[in-house]
């Protein structure tokens, strides 16, 4: 008896298509528009270095001010900005109360942070949006429109959206030892600093 995986194999389709090369002319403009392709192609080369430069700077920069926020923060020092100085120049490190949380991670989250913190710290909205088969079929339209408070469920879904409380890249650090602070930051993830 042949197996599954073995039937999957036998019966496997190879992938004819051939990658289409361009079939755009070349053009051959006068000699400033050439100088001008050019010094664009360079500026690009030179813009992809600069910004991997920037990125990387950017990191270290600012994992070492979010760890002196949080110290600050467990001190009772909170501040959303910084000066840092460097050998020649200063950058400013600001951050904001704007964090991404997934609904799906709640349960998570109230582990980590307790009952009584997630209701001070976590703001759940509410959301029914009608299902689409109602919208695309009269007789469903019908019958919401009689039995609505009957069947609810069967016409709305209820999503929630979840976000933190005002101020809460602040009071975190009333509610969550310092230990435990990056676990929490893996389902409540701090959005980017700025530095500039």
Partial sequence: MTSFA???????VKDT???KKSDAPV???PENVMLAVDRFVTAKTSEKKAKAEVDEAHAL?????????????????YKKSYKIQGITDIVSF????????????????EAMLGEKDY?????????VRLKDEVLENQELQD?????????????FETTTKVAVCEDFDQKIYHHIPKEELESV???IRPFKATLR
């Fill in 94 to 109: 600001i951050t904001g109360n704007k964090f991404s949380i997934s609904g799906e991670d709640t349960e998570q989250i």
């Fill in 119 to 127: 209701a001070n710290l976590i703001e759940e909205t509410p959301s």
């Fill in 17 to 19: 298509t051939k990658k």
């Fill in 61 to 77: 920069v600012a994992t070492w001010a979010r760890t002196v926020q949080d110290d600050d923060g467990y001190s009772g020092k």
């Fill in 143 to 155: 019958k919401l429109m009689a039995l609505i408070g009957d069947r609810f469920g069967d016409f």
């Fill in 27 to 29: 053009l051959k403009p």
């Fill in 185 to 187: 930051r893996t389902f």
């Fill in 6 to 12: 073995d039937a999957l194999n036998k019966t496997k």
